[in-house]
């Protein structure tokens, strides 16, 4: 009887593991901001308010979180852009959890990763909570002429 | 989360079982508790975290330009051998200079003139004089805040420094200077002044 038991157990946690997920989806629309004069501010939400966006999805039942932060700061070769310079802001998600960024506001991006959104209740069932986000340059006053290049990373974590 | 759960209800059931059982069953039972805190390690190790990247890219155009405002000199009427002074007190107009290639860069004058349009007599260079009296770069102007003569020759008025290679926007005040030569013939004169802002070869 315990045999059968723990046979029968193994063998519903064995498939149990291949639904488990968590998955990170982005649009890939990379910010380019073109080309921008001394003190210019330009704003990135080509389409309807917003610039791309990002799709998280978790099947464990558990809360997860979304954070973002600049690898480095926008540099071309020994010159950068300072990282503040450059904004984030969350203009619209589909979901009902919590915005710590403060909802549609623009955040400064830093080289540490920033809260943008803590799932809500039932946010961990596989449906796929949408975020939009459009951003924001400004070029300082004093900046060295140039080609600046940056990456941002997107990190979805789920707490156990 | 429901996997430690199932992982917790197991692991118990399979120890009691190992330690009632054969050697045969107690390799089993023990490979069995191995493959599923593997799978369980290895889950758990899957879903700590994902993460995607975004590149962001701009061009800073380069700068490089000079700009003057109040162009016109005009000192009104002068007795021979007597000077006046354009923008006594404060400054008569503004020279704003601005570069952002990273290279040094320099600013000069000269004259080009100063004539009797009537006749053909010239007042020399030097009676015409230039003054900065404020200075926003981080260079000091090359011949300090005193006046300064001007030649026919381009003259170094100020030479960059700085963040001023790299956009600080430079903007000079300027004082100017005349004096009439005492035997200056009556009349109208005119003439130009030369301001030129170049990159260091």
Known sequence: MLKKIII???????PALG???LELTTDHRSLFFGAMRLGEEKELADFGGYHNEITCRSTNGAIWYLKVNLLQPLSSGADTIPAENLSWQLTWTNGNGTKPGGAYTYKSFSLMPDLVYISGPGESAGNGITLQFKYSLKIPEIQHSGVYNATIRFTLTEMF | ??????????????IMAYKEGSLLKKLTYFAGALLVCFLLYAQAEALDYKTDDISASVEV???????LDNL??????????STKILGEGTFFNQIHCRSNSGRPWFLKAQVVSLSLMEKPYKVPAGNL???VTQCTGSAQPAGGYDFQSLTEEPLLMYASQGDDDFGKDVVLS????????????????SGQIV???????
């Open chain 2, 195 to 201: 301001f030129t802002m170049a990159e260091s070869p």
């Open chain 2, 1 to 14: 989360m429901h996997l430690i759960a199932w992982g917790g209800f197991i692991l118990p059931q399979a």
């Open chain 2, 61 to 67: 155009l380069p700068t490089f330009g000079i700009s």
């Open chain 2, 72 to 81: 016109n000199l005009y000192f009104g009427l002068i007795q021979p051998g």
């Open chain 1, 19 to 21: 639904y488990a997920s």
């Open chain 2, 129 to 131: 004089k230039w003054k």
């Open chain 1, 8 to 14: 029968c157990a193994y063998m519903l946690a064995l």
């Open chain 2, 174 to 189: 300027m004082q100017y200077s005349l004096q009439s030569p005492s035997d200056a013939p009556a009349g109208t004169y």
